[in-house]
């Protein structure tokens, strides 16, 4: 009973997959590709904002992926580059990961970032001081909050580069 079950299952999987082929393919790849489309107009807009607030942050992400790009292990699998898009979505649930982390340890080290980060910000924006923000730099902000921030005025006023 139950391999014949199987059998038909699988007869009528194979002649709706010969019949519906080009209709469901039809049907499928527009609405992925709106759904692609809509994301990256969220995306470029987010761009926009962030490196409106972060001076310097674009040259660092460019640099950044141009180190990616011209590494030699690209020279030698160069279809690696179609798969270039895994590392943004590794990084997304490595950084959610974190974040969740950090949550469920403590608010205050939450509260200590956004306050550090804010601080940047107002150094960066209002009090006119020239920092060029980069990764590395919005990460110490990021994890160590004030202390960060006075670490990477410090070094900034230091001639330090990070």
């Given at each position: 009973?139950?391999?014949?079950?199987?059998?038909?299952?699988?007869?009528?999987?194979?002649?709706?997959?010969?019949?519906?082929?080009?209709?469901?393919?039809?049907?499928?790849?527009?609405?992925?590709?709106?759904?692609?489309?809509?994301?990256?107009?969220?995306?470029?807009?987010?761009?926009?904002?962030?490196?409106?607030?972060?001076?310097?942050?674009?040259?660092?992400?460019?640099?950044?992926?141009?180190?990616?790009?011209?590494?030699?292990?690209?020279?030698?699998?160069?279809?690696?580059?179609?798969?270039?898009?895994?590392?943004?979505?590794?990084?997304?649930?490595?950084?959610?990961?974190?974040?969740?982390?950090?949550?469920?340890?403590?608010?205050?080290l939450i509260l200590n970032s956004v306050i550090g980060i804010i601080i940047l910000l107002i150094l960066i924006h209002?009090?006119?001081?020239?920092?060029?923000?980069?990764?590395?730099?919005?990460?110490?902000?990021?994890?160590?909050?004030?202390?960060?921030?006075?670490?990477?005025?410090?070094?900034?006023?230091?001639?330090?580069?990070?």
């Open positions: 009973m139950k391999s014949t079950l199987s059998a038909l299952l699988i007869i009528s999987l194979l002649f709706l997959s010969v019949v519906q082929s080009v209709s469901a393919e039809d049907k499928l790849k527009p609405v992925l590709e709106r759904l692609y489309n809509a994301t990256q107009q969220i995306v470029d807009r987010v761009e926009k904002i962030a490196y409106g607030f972060f001076p310097g942050l674009e040259d660092s992400i460019e640099n950044l992926t141009s180190i990616f790009l011209s590494s030699p292990v690209f020279e030698w699998f160069p279809n690696l580059r179609n798969f270039f898009w895994l590392f943004y979505v590794a990084a997304f649930f490595a950084i959610l990961g974190i974040l969740a982390k950090v949550w469920s340890m403590s608010k205050h209002y009090l006119d001081v020239e920092i060029k923000v980069t990764l590395l730099k919005l990460a110490l902000i990021a994890i160590f909050g004030i202390p960060g921030v006075l670490f990477v005025l410090i070094a900034h006023y230091l001639g330090i580069p990070l």
